[in-house]
């Protein structure tokens, strides 16, 4: 039996631990923190799941990811997503994910600006607007939970308040990394940027609205918003955080809030667009915003999730312990 250690509880260590515990490996997970602490990524109440990506690569994954979701959901018997359905807005129709999604055969629909009001979303006209009626949001606290809780059930551990300093000295067999923003610490030479970002809550009563992303003109999103079982909405704008460090404490921009706040006023007009809260989070991003997923020698990296990789993470936990275990 292949002992390996997973360094971080965030999502992808979550993940990678289930995969890990269900190809029989033994798994012991360190966290340096305790279990469902706010100082990394992974934190919060909901986030964004979609298929809808202009890039066939992530739609591709993002399938797979959703196959690995409703089998964690299967196996666990525990709800973890909701799934009112996805807007994705563009400045101009080309700029959409439609045509990839017509090429890759995902369900969805071009909006006029009438049918994106259905769905609570204010469009001018000339914009693009897709329907991707799969989308919505995946509980985030409660699948970090449900990942461990099946993982353990194959025996794996967990330890919180593990710091490991050292990936020597670890004993396994393999070690794998999904620390997160504290990735450099351990991979200096890895082109990677931490910044904290902001989000903001809004109150939105009624049952879950579609999410809504909304892309810049180069087609990658620029601001998003989901449903908040708390206050019914949670929105952001995307990579707009300055560089952190993740040993220190950081609040939420003021002037990041003001601009989410005049986004949902514009876009979401069902929505009260005074703020009622904010909170934070790490992103830790590569250059094209792909993730780090590789081997060297007894250690397995994974992670910067570019401020994008929760709704993925049963398929990158699946290509973690492939390598762990090749």
Do not use: N
């Not at 919505?136 to 699948?143: F, M």
Request: charged share 25%; proline share 6%.
């Amino acid at each position: 039996m292949t002992r390996v250690a997973v360094v971080g509880a965030g999502v992808m260590g979550c993940a990678a631990a289930w995969a890990l515990a269900s190809r029989g490996a033994e798994v012991v997970v360190h966290e340096q923190f305790e279990l469902d602490h706010v100082r990394g990524s992974s934190h919060g109440r909901s986030r964004i799941v979609r298929l809808a990506y202009p890039e066939a690569e992530w739609v591709r994954l993002a399938i797979e990811a959703r196959a690995g979701w409703l089998e964690l959901e299967h196996e666990s018997g525990q709800a973890l997503l909701e799934l009112p359905g996805l807007v994705e807005l563009a400045a101009r129709p080309e700029l959409t994910s439609a045509a990839r999604l017509a090429a890759e055969g995902v369900e969805h629909r071009v909006l006029s600006p009438g049918e994106a009001a259905e769905y609570g979303v204010a469009v001018a006209e000339g914009r693009g607007a897709v329907y991707e009626p799969s989308g919505g949001i995946v509980y985030a606290d409660l699948a970090l939970q449900t990942f461990l809780r099946q993982a353990a059930a194959r025996g794996a551990r967990v330890e919180a308040g593990s710091r490991v300093d050292d990936l020597d000295a670890v004993d396994a067999d393999v070690v794998v990394v999904t620390a997160g923003a504290w990735l450099p610490r351990f991979f200096p030479d890895l082109p990677l940027r931490v910044t904290r970002e902001t989000v903001a809550y809004f109150t939105c009563d009624g049952p879950p609205w579609p999410s809504v992303v909304e892309l810049d003109e180069h087609s990658s999103h620029a601001f998003f918003a989901l449903h908040d079982p708390v206050h019914g909405l949670k929105a952001g704008a995307h990579h707009a955080g300055a560089e952190a460090d993740p040993d220190e404490p950081g609040e939420p921009d003021e002037a990041i809030v003001e601009r989410i706040a005049a986004w949902v006023g514009e876009r979401l007009p069902h929505v009260d667009p005074e703020p009622v809260g904010a909170e934070t989070c790490l992103y830790t991003t590569t250059p094209d915003e792909r993730f780090v997923l590789e081997r060297r020698g007894r250690v397995v990296v994974g992670s910067a999730c570019s401020g994008h990789g929760f709704k993925f993470a049963p398929a990158v936990g699946s290509r973690l312990a492939q390598l762990a275990l090749a």
